[in-house]
């Protein structure tokens, strides 16, 4: 039986349009990063990894909904960065490193933070050229 959080998540996540199902991508990535780091802290190597793995699998899936076409320079230094994330999350996952999940929190929020403040200022223009860099 699903509690309340997870009904509303899936709420959110079906209703969403594909500019906000990015930043939800990038929440849940940064909230299971935070659970590796405790996970590492607290020495729970099985909490830590599956935790890792879940963060590089939406790290994945942020980078192939790019459209590389479309997107030109915006998409492929996204596409990049994404790349770099995912293979240092690898690096963090072997090293069990909380400092290199550190470095990705920090990454992905900053991307985060971009991302709302693009979708925020598309919303007060009449032509919004977000969807331009997302696939679909």
């Known amino acids: 039986m699903q509690n309340q959080s997870d009904k509303y998540l899936e709420m959110k996540i079906q209703t969403a ?3 906000a199902l990015v930043g939800i991508l990038y929440e849940g990535a940064i909230r299971f990063l935070k659970q590796a780091a405790r996970g590492m802290d607290g020495q729970d190597w099985y ?5 890792i793995v879940r963060a590089q699998n939406i ?3 942020l980078n192939v909904t790019l459209d ?3 997107g030109g320079d915006i998409a492929n230094n996204l ?11 690898i690096e963090a996952n072997i090293k069990k490193d ?3 999940v550190g470095e990705c929190i920090g990454l992905l929020s900053e991307l985060n933070s971009a991302w709302s403040k ?4 598309a919303r007060g ?3 919004s050229r977000v969807g331009v860099v997302l696939a679909g």
């Not at 909490?47 to 935790?51: F, I, K, P, Q, V």
Request: glycine share 0%; charged share 30%; proline share 6%.
């Open 47 to 51: 909490t830590a990894h599956s935790n």
């Open 68 to 70: 590389k076409e479309k």
């Open 118 to 121: 693009v979708i925020k200022d």
């Open 98 to 100: 909380p400092n290199l």
């Open 59 to 61: 790290v994945s899936e």
């Open 125 to 127: 223009t009449s032509t």
């Open 79 to 89: 596409s990049k960065i994404y790349i770099y994330i995912h293979d240092r999350l």
């Open 17 to 19: 349009t594909p500019e």
